[in-house]
């Protein structure tokens, strides 16, 4: 099956959907993965393969890896760090799949900072002790990127990011999403994007906890349906980046940080909201 994006011009070939309802109304089914996770090895190929569909369009990849050559060894690398989140004790990854066919996934840190439950059960990690070089995809930390990349732009990205979590989200606990993807292939994309996100959602409404997330400017379908969710923008990142496919000109490449919080009561918020200040950060590299 292709891996090409769709031409716009030709949106009657995208792949329909199962039209037959499972037992919840919907014909696409959510999966959790675990180490134990039957044919685990094609699953994180599938999943590198639908990722790198949306990474190899974005201004931040085609930075780091300015060569066909480069960007052709990176979806290997993709799978084996989605291998590693599996097997990460405090990651979720989930699959949505349409029949046998995986469409998309999403990857969740479901519960972060410390924190005492009321009945003393939850499990909350600390951010700063969180593995971010292997839960972070962006991040160059644990990834053995081919010979040539370029990872100042991942190590920029990465720097606003997490300083920008930090300053959001302080102490309080919450849930990280770091990944939501879908197969712009099919007619239902749309659908697996929300049905995944929901799944998140039900984790903060259960502990009453937000989320947070960050997005890359070139994954609007993922940022379209995070704004019709209720998640709102925090800050912004333009970061400009010199000698991008043999350009003088420079390419920008954006990002955001976003927050979903309209569970939470107005004393919950009040820590880590702050809406009158949304800074923009400009990057340009020497």
Not at 4 to 27: A, F, T, W, Y
Not at 135 to 152: L, R
């Amino acid at each position: 099956m292709c891996d090409q994006r769709p031409d716009q011009k030709h949106i009657q070939k995208l792949i329909p959907c199962n039209e037959v309802p499972n037992e919840m109304g919907s014909s696409l089914e959510i999966i959790k993965l675990t180490p134990g996770s039957a044919n685990l090895s094609g699953i994180t190929r599938r999943l590198r393969r639908i990722e790198w569909a949306r990474l190899d369009e974005t201004a931040l990849f085609r930075a780091m890896l300015p060569t066909s050559n480069l960007r052709e060894q990176m979806p290997g690398k993709l799978a084996s760090i989605i291998h590693m989140q599996v097997h990460q004790e405090h990651q979720l990854v989930l699959v949505i799949r349409n029949q046998d066919e995986i469409i998309g996934f999403a990857i969740y840190q479901p519960l972060v900072n410390d924190r005492v439950s009321e009945n003393d059960t939850a499990e909350y990690i600390n951010l700063k002790d969180s593995d971010l070089a292997v839960v972070d995809n962006i991040a160059s930390g644990a990834v053995n990127w081919p010979e040539g990349t370029i990872t100042e732009p991942c190590e920029m990205y990465r720097g606003f990011t997490e300083e920008a979590c930090q300053r959001i989200m302080g102490a309080t606990p919450f849930c990280r999403l770091w990944k939501l993807e879908a197969d712009p292939k099919y007619l239902c994309a749309l659908n697996a994007l929300e049905l995944l996100l929901q799944s998140g959602l039900e984790i903060c409404r259960k502990e009453g906890i937000p989320m947070f997330t960050a997005m890359l400017s070139g994954d609007p379908a993922s940022v379209s349906v995070l704004t019709d969710r209720g998640f709102t923008t925090r800050v912004k990142a333009s970061m400009d980046w010199y000698g991008l496919d043999g350009k003088d000109a420079p390419q920008t490449f954006e990002g955001a940080c976003m927050v979903f919080d309209s569970e939470l009561g107005e004393n919950s918020r009040e820590s880590f909201l702050d809406d009158e200040k949304t800074p923009t950060a400009e990057r340009h590299p020497p």
